[in-house]
């Protein structure tokens, strides 16, 4: 947090964190509802789904990033 705020203003650094703290208790969230679906289908087929749909997303994440010519901060 501390490069973060020294590279940007500081205020993005905490949004930033901000940020990742509600990905963080979104996802305990939703693994405390979905804990009878999971065990029910196996952890492993779960696993695998959402790393295909993690490895998609970052593809399509970098591959809009990259149409930029700019790096724009808001995005």
Wanted: no cysteine.
């Amino acid at each position: 947090m501390r490069i973060a705020s020294a590279l940007f203003e500081y205020h993005y650094a905490f949004v930033a964190v901000s940020i990742a703290v509600l990905g963080m208790g979104w996802g305990g969230f939703l693994t405390y509802k979905l804990e009878p679906k999971i065990t029910q289908r196996g952890v492993t087929q779960v696993l695998a789904e959402a790393s295909v749909i993690f490895s998609l997303s970052i593809t399509i994440v970098a591959m809009s990033v990259l149409n930029f010519h700019t790096i724009n901060l808001y995005i």
